[in-house]
């Protein structure tokens, strides 16, 4: 079942000489209980559309449905949503236990109800020992904890969180992305979880939409956003790739054989809708293609110009015949069976189905 659907939404801002779409005809179904991430750059109008879900502000054009329900004429406050910003938005002169009942004492509800929810909030964040401190001081991690305590307190189907990790530095982002994951799966709410770090989304989500400039990309689970990316947009976006260019010679569904300019010839996937023809590029992931010791028929000949170490793999980077520079990357064991040397002249050959043609 859907909690969220968007359909056809388009949001423009400016005047009318100059109007900017901030969303352009954007057309995504988020699923009941799911962890579900808006990915992409700053601007791409990933707040925006948490925004008209929130009602803060209104589409022009289009819809958004809430359990089949058009929530148009809602205003914020009687959305079953909440939201959890970057800023965190806390009240600093007012304990942690007030600002977690802030939302319900708004919303009127008995005073025993409240006490009762707000011991069951920070039990759920972990923050029982300092629910007598003012917001002021305690840590930035603390204070994230009760802003999402406070958003979950009145119980909303769905929780919008905008980047709220962002502020956050790496040791104590890495936890509360953990904390994050276990909060959702124990409240089973919908989460719709904004941010522009690819390996958060991937890391976090049970399905991320990829945006750029207004619009959705693509959809789905994070191994298929990375192993099958529908456009260059993504593939580029998320994790590394490489690009080569190529020309199709012959094509049957799903495969076509495309040509380098060292005259190997390889068969390269596409996605459903995409009919590659002509020059084309080619997207492969540097643990998805293979270097052997000799350019052999049916791989792209070239020479390693630098090997890097990093411990759980080494990259090797590839200067090949036809002028690109690409990347293979190895994972490291105790046992390795090759070793290269810069200056090697070297093949690259690739995993079945790993390189892709994709829309530009
Ligand atoms: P993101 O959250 O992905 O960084 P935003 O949704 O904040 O992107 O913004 C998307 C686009 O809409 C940007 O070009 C931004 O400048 C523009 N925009 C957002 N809010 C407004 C506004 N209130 N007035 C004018 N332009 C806006
Ligand atoms: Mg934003």
Redesign the pocket.
């Known amino acids: 079942k859907n909690a969220i659907e968007v359909r056809g939404v388009r949001k423009v801002f400016g005047t009318a000489e100059n109007q900017v779409a901030a969303l352009d005809a954007v057309s995504v179904s988020i699923r009941e209980n799911e962890f579900f991430t808006l990915l992409g750059p700053?601007g791409c109008g990933?707040?925006t559309l948490l925004r008209l879900i929130a009602g803060f502000d209104f589409p022009s054009a289009g819809e958004i449905l809430l359990h089949g329900q058009d929530i148009a004429p809602l205003p914020p406050f009687r959305r079953p949503v909440n939201t959890v910003f970057q800023s965190y938005a806390l009240f600093p002169h007012m304990t942690v236990a007030e600002n977690i009942g802030f939302g319900l004492e708004m919303l009127g509800k008995p005073k025993a109800e409240i006490e009762a929810r707000v011991a069951q909030m920070l039990k759920l964040v972990k923050m029982e020992a300092l629910k007598a401190r003012r917001t002021s001081q305690i840590s930035g991690g603390q204070q994230q904890r009760v802003a999402l305590a406070r958003a979950l307190a009145p119980q909303p189907k769905v929780l919008l969180l905008?980047?709220p990790l962002s502020a956050l530095d790496y040791k104590l982002r890495k936890e509360m992305q953990i904390e994050l994951k276990r909060l959702q799966h124990e409240t089973g709410i919908t989460f719709i979880f904004?941010t522009h770090d690819q390996e958060e989304a991937l890391t976090m989500s049970d399905r991320i939409a990829v945006m750029s400039a207004g619009k959705i990309l693509q959809v789905g689970a994070p191994r298929d956003i990375y192993d099958r990316p529908a456009e260059r947009f993504v593939a580029d976006f998320i994790g590394e790739t490489n690009f080569l260019a190529g020309t199709v010679v012959s094509k049957k569904p799903g495969v076509a054989m495309v040509k380098f300019a060292s005259n190997a010839t390889i068969a390269a996937g596409y996605p459903d809708g995409f009919e590659p023809s002509g020059e084309v590029t080619l997207v492969v992931r540097p643990e998805h293609a293979d270097l052997v010791p000799d350019p052999a028929k049916g791989t792209i000949a070239g020479t390693l110009s630098n090997i890097v170490y990093f411990g759980t793999d080494t990259h090797y980077h590839v200067k090949l015949d036809g002028g690109e520079n690409f990347i293979v990357r190895h994972q490291n064991s105790r046992s390795s069976p090759v070793t290269y040397e810069t200056g090697a002249k070297v093949g690259i050959q690739f995993e079945e189905d790993a390189a892709r043609v994709l829309k530009d």
Request: no cysteine; hydrophobic share 15%; proline share 0%.
């Open positions: 700053s990933k707040t905008d980047e904004v």
